[in-house]
């Protein structure tokens, strides 16, 4: 999987995405990838319930992954 993410300025953002892609890349099962990526947000936003990280780190993994959009999301300010 060939994800560009020079244009992800959030750093949660781009370690989540760059995480997801990696993990999965080498063989790890989708539902594993996001979790390990929500629990990865959660050390970034500790103040964050695991429903909020849950939601936002699918909606940057539909974004960035599934539909490849490159335009800005919804998320912190970090």
């Known amino acids: ?7 992800i300025t959030r750093n949660c953002e781009r370690a989540v995405i ?6 999965t890349e080498h063989g790890q099962a989708d539902r594993q990838a996001f979790d390990a990526c929500t629990t990865l947000y959660r050390i970034y936003h500790p103040e964050a319930s695991i429903s909020e990280a849950r939601l936002l780190v699918s909606e940057w993994i539909d974004h960035h992954i599934v539909r490849q959009d490159r335009g800005a999301t919804r998320g912190c300010e970090c």
Not at 1 to 7: A, L, P, R, T
Not at 18 to 23: F, N
């Open 1 to 7: 999987m060939n994800v560009n993410i020079d244009h």
């Open 18 to 23: 760059t995480a997801y892609a990696e993990l």
